[in-house]
C-alpha cells in the first residue's frame, strides 16, 4: 500500500499497490498476446482443430467433462464464423473471466491474501491468458475454493461444476479436496510435523521419478485412458530442468506449510496435491506440469507470499515480491520464445 505523510503526522494511504501491480501484469500479458496474434502460440492451431471436428481432437469419448468448453468451440453463436474467430472468442471468455474473478478477490481487506493473489497471477498469467485456455479458470477455480470453499455448500458445488466445464483434471482436483475435508475431520489431530514427512516423500517420488515410473507404467498400461494416454508414454529419464521445476514448486508448497494463517484443510489438500504431483511426475512430465499448477497457486495464495512462509517478514517481503516478479519474466519469457509473430 503506497502512502504519504499529511499535515498533523498521519500516514494517508493512496494507492494499492497489490492492485496496481496486479493491473500492470495484465495489460502487460494481453498488449502481448494481442500484438503477437493468438495464432502465434503454440496450442492455438489444437484448438483451431477441436473447432473443425466439433469440440473434439478425435472422437466425443476424449473428454469426461468440459462441457462448457466444448459448446464453445462448437457454436458460433451467430456472431461470428470461421474456427479461428472461434477459438478467439473463446480466449477473450477466458481472459474475461479471470480478470473479473481475480478482480473481485482483490478486494478483500486482507492485504496478505491481496498479495497472494497477486502471485497467482504473476506466477501463471503467461500461460492462463495465451496457451492454457482450457485449464486457466479450472486453476483459479480450484485455488480459490482451497483456501475458502467448504464441502457440499451450494457456492462450492456451483463453483466446483464450473470448474469441471472448464478442464477434466478439475475432477482430480475436487474428488481430492473432498477426501481432504474428510481427512481432516476423521484425523483431527493430525499437524504439520507429519505434512511435513508427507511432503518428503513428495520429493523422494520426485528425485527417484524414472524408477518410480517403471513401477507404475506397468500398473497404468492395463487401463485404457484414451487420449490422455499422451500423458503416459513412460520409458524416458525425465528432464533435468523440468524436475528443477518441478522441485521447486515443491519448496513453495513446502514453506507454505509454515504459514500460521493457513488453516489445516489447505495445508492437508496442498500436501494430497504435491504427492499427486509427483506421482503424475514420474508417470508422465506433462501431466506432472499440469498439476504443478494447481499447487504453485493454492501454496502462493494460501501463504500471501512466494519463497518466504508470509508471516510477515518485513522488509524482506518486499524482497519476496522481486523473486515473483523474476519467476514471471523467466515463465513469460519461456511462452514468448516459442510464439510466432504473424
Not at 502460440?41 to 468448453?69: C, K
Not at 482450457?134 to 482451497?146: E, F, K, Q, S
Not at 481427512?183 to 528425485?207: D, H, N, P, T
Not at 492437508?268 to 506440469?289: D, K, N, P, Q, Y
Request: hydrophobic letters at 55%; a positive charge; proline letters at 1%.
Amino acid at each position: 500500500m503506497g502512502a504519504s505523510v499529511g499535515r498533523e503526522g498521519r500516514v494517508v494511504c493512496w494507492v494499492n499497490t497489490n492492485w496496481l501491480l496486479f493491473s500492470l501484469v495484465i495489460l502487460f500479458v494481453l498488449a502481448v498476446y494481442y500484438s503477437v496474434g493468438g495464432y502465434g502460440f503454440p496450442d492455438y492451431i489444437n484448438y483451431i482443430t477441436l473447432v473443425e471436428n466439433g469440440g473434439y481432437l478425435r472422437s466425443p469419448d476424449e473428454y469426461a467433462a468440459e462441457w462448457l468448453v466444448r459448446f464453445i468451440l462448437k457454436n458460433e453463436f451467430g456472431f461470428f464464423s470461421g474456427a479461428q474467430n472461434t477459438v478467439d472468442f473463446l480466449a477473450v471468455f477466458v481472459q474475461v473471466f479471470y480478470v473479473v474473478f481475480v478482480s473481485l478477490l482483490m478486494k478483500d481487506e486482507d492485504r496478505q491474501r491481496q498479495r497472494g493473489w497477486l502471485f497467482f497471477t504473476l506466477a501463471l498469467s503467461p500461460l492462463l491468458l495465451t496457451t492454457v485456455l482450457r485449464a486457466g479458470p479450472a486453476y483459479l477455480i480450484v485455488t480459490y475454493l482451497a483456501l475458502h470453499g467448504k464441502v457440499l455448500t451450494p457456492r462450492f458445488v456451483v463453483l466446483a461444476l464450473i470448474a469441471i466445464s472448464f478442464h477434466d483434471s478439475a475432477i482430480v482436483m475436487i474428488a481430492l479436496y473432498v477426501l481432504s475435508a474428510m481427512f481432516c475431520c476423521i484425523f483431527s489431530r493430525v499437524g504439520v510435523r507429519e505434512l511435513r514427512w508427507l511432503m518428503v516423500v513428495s520429493l523422494a517420488i520426485m528425485l527417484l521419478s524414472q524408477q518410480v515410473s517403471l513401477l507404475l507404467m506397468s500398473v497404468v498400461s492395463h487401463f485404457d485412458v484414451g487420449i490422455r494416454s499422451v500423458y503416459f508414454q513412460g520409458g524416458e529419464a525425465a528432464s533435468l530442468v523440468k524436475k528443477v521445476f518441478v522441485v521447486f514448486i515443491w519448496f513453495v508448497a513446502y514453506t507454505a506449510l509454515s504459514n500460521d494463517r493457513s488453516s489445516m484443510r489447505t495445508k492437508v489438500f496442498l500436501c494430497a496435491c504435491s504427492l499427486l504431483m509427483a506421482v503424475s511426475f514420474s508417470v508422465s512430465e506433462v501431466a506432472g506440469i499440469r498439476f504443478s499448477a494447481y499447487v504453485l497457486g493454492i501454496a502462493l495464495v494460501s501463504k500471501g507470499a512466494f519463497i518466504l512462509s508470509g508471516n510477515g517478514r518485513g522488509k524482506l517481503s518486499q524482497l519476496d515480491l522481486l523473486f515473483g516478479f523474476v519467476y514471471f519474466a523467466v515463465m513469460f519469457y519461456d511462452v514468448f520464445r516459442n510464439a510466432q509473430a504473424g
